[in-house]
């Protein structure tokens, strides 16, 4: 037992006991949740402890980013942002849940937590299983297809409810539609909305009014609470009733974060029932401020027109054909007179006249009387074309422009060659210049760059606090990371 450790040394030897426990690896720990935060990065701390523990949990680590202790069994708890974006509740101080995950040492701080992968509310193990299994055989069965669901009417007059008649779904419905449409008319199925018989009752309502067919649209919901308040809205008479329905439905179950099957068959989804009125109810002030706009813009085009026609009126008014109509026809009477008059019309025989010196003087023409003449100058003609030398020799049209072409080509590619070149040697001395003051070159000697979440490089130990975040740039990467203790030099 001569070997002495290093403080490093011993918490590593211990990480490595713990990792390669395979009871470790894959754990379920029941437990009470105190102390749960959730940074900006997403990540969330948090600590479990058993029904005789403290939340206010004080050990040696001093007031950690997970709590304090006064002697209770405590285990610390992490769950980051890729796994923490999967839950279906918000945590919160005082629940009590299950969590998944494995067990391992934080080297650092030198302290066993738990890294969670999974956070069920408690009981809620086996509904969750219920819930998935059901989900997917619902979902083979094209209940839950975006092709089924269809739009809601823009202007709902009679809307029902499927909710119970004594919590505050219905209360919070009837103030946001009275308020929005006070001449709205909504009728009430009362149900039970938890506990045995609650799905069937809500199912019946759903076919009552899909029966009488009397309302424009349905709103099925009920106010939020655990996965077991919720459960009436994921047992499959409730489902199966809301994908048949005839009339549109608005699913209002729970807060925004709570998710049930009808939700999935509903043809929308809303996040409150108070949201649910909004998207059911008109707006009667927004119609009428609409209307008032669409009546102003309609006024203003029919002044426009007006104007447009009084001005055109006008103009046409100061027209010259309507102040002398006869200077329209003017101008064809003239043509009228000077075609009366001519000759052509007083004496015709002179339009034969013309025609006829025309044919004579062709018919004494040379060509009538020797027409040989005509075909000798052509052949003549063609005899100079054929001894030509564009014609025995046809390459020397094209001899000269060939070799100016080529010179100009070899030209061409010269000058492109050079500019090429002098742009790379360019190119490469900004290169150079950009490597030798890029950060990532400095990173590289083992430097890195430490900034708080808002970006803001942090150069001295002024500027942080214990608890902060903060994010340490390196060379491959960003670390981040939680401040436990400042330190001046």
Same mark, same amino acid.
């Given at each position: 037992?001569?070997?002495?450790?290093?403080?490093?040394? !011993?918490?590593?030897? !211990? #990480?490595?006991?713990?990792?390669?426990?395979?009871?470790?690896?894959?754990?379920?720990?029941?437990?009470?949740?105190?102390?749960?935060?959730?940074?900006?990065?997403?990540?969330?701390?948090? /600590?479990?402890?058993?029904?005789?523990?403290?939340?206010?949990?004080?050990?040696?680590?001093?007031?950690?980013?997970?709590?304090?202790?006064?002697?209770?069994?405590?285990?610390?708890?992490?769950?980051?942002?890729?796994?923490?974006?999967?839950?279906?509740?918000? @945590? &919160?101080?005082?629940? &009590?849940?299950?969590?998944?995950?494995?067990?391992?040492?934080?080297?650092?701080?030198?302290?066993?937590?738990?890294?969670?992968?999974?956070?069920?509310?408690?009981? /809620?193990? %086996?509904?969750?299983?219920?819930?998935?299994?059901?989900?997917?055989?619902?979902?083979?069965?094209?209940?839950?297809?975006?092709?089924?669901?269809?739009?809601?009417? $823009?202007?709902?007059?009679?809307?029902?409810?499927?909710?119970?008649?004594?919590?505050?779904?219905?209360?919070?419905?009837?103030?946001?539609?009275?308020?929005?449409?006070?001449?709205? #008319?909504?009728?009430?199925? @009362?149900?039970?909305?938890?506990?045995?018989? +609650?799905?069937?009752?809500?199912?019946?309502?759903?076919?009552?009014? =899909?029966?009488?067919?009397?309302?424009?649209?349905? !709103?099925?919901?009920?106010?939020?609470?655990?996965?077991? %308040?919720?459960?009436?809205?994921?047992?499959?008479?409730?489902?199966?009733?809301? +994908?048949?329905?005839?009339? @549109?439905?608005?699913?209002?179950?729970?807060?925004?974060?709570?998710?049930?099957?009808?939700?999935?068959?509903?043809?929308?989804?809303?996040? $409150?029932?108070?949201?649910?009125?909004?998207?059911?109810?008109?707006?009667?002030?927004?119609?009428?401020?609409?209307?008032?706009?669409?009546?102003?813009?309609?006024?203003?085009?029919?002044?426009?027109?007006?104007?447009?026609?009084? +001005?055109?009126?006008?103009?046409?008014?100061?027209?010259?054909?309507?102040? %002398?109509?006869?200077?329209?026809? +003017?101008?064809?009477?003239?043509?009228? $007179?000077?075609? &009366?008059?001519?000759?052509?019309?007083?004496? @015709?025989?002179?339009?034969?006249?013309?025609?006829?010196?025309?044919?004579?003087?062709?018919? =004494?023409?040379?060509?009538?009387?020797?027409?040989?003449?005509?075909?000798?100058?052509?052949?003549?003609?063609?005899?100079?074309?054929?001894?030509?030398?564009?014609?025995?020799?046809?390459?020397?049209?094209?001899?000269? *422009?060939?070799?100016?072409?080529?010179?100009?080509?070899?030209?061409?590619?010269?000058?492109?060659?050079? *500019?090429?070149?002098?742009?790379?040697?360019?190119?490469?001395?900004?290169?150079?210049?950009?490597?030798?003051?890029?950060?990532?070159?400095?990173?590289?000697?083992?430097?890195?760059?430490?900034?708080?979440?808002?970006?803001?490089?942090?150069?001295?130990?002024?500027?942080?606090?214990?608890?902060?975040?903060?994010? !340490?740039?390196?060379?491959?990467?960003?670390?981040?990371?939680?401040?436990?203790?400042?330190?001046?030099?």
């Amino acid at each position: 037992m001569d070997t002495i450790y290093s403080v490093t040394e !011993i918490t590593k030897y !211990i #990480k490595r006991i713990v990792d390669a426990d395979y009871e470790l690896r894959n754990v379920q720990v029941q437990g009470e949740i105190s102390n749960f935060k959730r940074y900006a990065s997403g990540h969330c701390y948090f /600590t479990l402890k058993d029904g005789g523990s403290s939340s206010d949990f004080a050990g040696d680590y001093g007031s950690s980013r997970y709590g304090s202790n006064d002697g209770g069994s405590v285990l610390k708890c992490v769950m980051y942002r890729w796994n923490a974006d999967k839950l279906f509740f918000v @945590p &919160k101080n005082g629940d &009590k849940v299950v969590a998944v995950g494995h067990i391992s040492v934080y080297e650092r701080d030198g302290v066993y937590q738990l890294y969670t992968d999974l956070l069920l509310q408690h009981g /809620t193990g %086996d509904l969750m299983q219920q819930y998935e299994k059901l989900k997917a055989k619902l979902a083979v069965e094209g209940l839950f297809d975006t092709m089924r669901k269809r739009p809601l009417p $823009t202007d709902a007059q009679r809307i029902g409810i499927v909710t119970s008649s004594s919590g505050a779904v219905i209360h919070d419905v009837i103030k946001v539609s009275r308020r929005r449409n006070p001449n709205v #008319k909504l009728y009430l199925y @009362p149900v039970q909305v938890q506990g045995r018989g +609650a799905a069937k009752e809500i199912a019946q309502g759903i076919e009552f009014f =899909n029966k009488h067919q009397f309302v424009d649209l349905l !709103i099925v919901g009920r106010g939020g609470g655990s996965m077991e %308040d919720l459960w009436a809205f994921n047992e499959e008479p409730t489902v199966r009733a809301v +994908a048949a329905s005839e009339l @549109p439905i608005i699913s209002a179950v729970g807060h925004e974060t709570d998710f049930t099957l009808c939700d999935f068959a509903a043809d929308v989804r809303a996040a $409150t029932p108070s949201h649910a009125a909004e998207m059911a109810v008109a707006d009667m002030s927004q119609l009428r401020q609409q209307h008032e706009n669409l009546s102003q813009r309609l006024v203003r085009a029919m002044q426009w027109q007006l104007l447009s026609a009084e +001005a055109e009126l006008d103009k046409l008014k100061e027209s010259r054909m309507l102040q %002398d109509p006869r200077r329209i026809y +003017a101008a064809q009477e003239e043509k009228l $007179t000077r075609l &009366k008059n001519s000759y052509a019309l007083q004496d @015709p025989t002179r339009l034969y006249a013309v025609q006829e010196a025309k044919l004579k003087s062709l018919k =004494n023409a040379h060509v009538m009387r020797n027409p040989r003449k005509l075909y000798e100058l052509q052949e003549q003609r063609l005899a100079q074309l054929m001894n030509s030398w564009a014609l025995r020799e046809p390459e020397r049209i094209f001899a000269d *422009r060939e070799q100016r072409l080529d010179m100009d080509f070899a030209q061409l590619v010269n000058l492109m060659q050079q *500019r090429r070149q002098a742009a790379e040697h360019a190119l490469a001395l900004h290169q150079a210049k950009l490597q030798a003051i890029s950060p990532y070159e400095v990173f590289k000697r083992g430097y890195s760059c430490v900034r708080d979440r808002k970006q803001k490089i942090i150069s001295s130990i002024e500027q942080v606090r214990w608890g902060d975040e903060i994010i !340490i740039s390196v060379k491959d990467g960003q670390i981040v990371s939680v401040v436990q203790e400042v330190e001046g030099r």
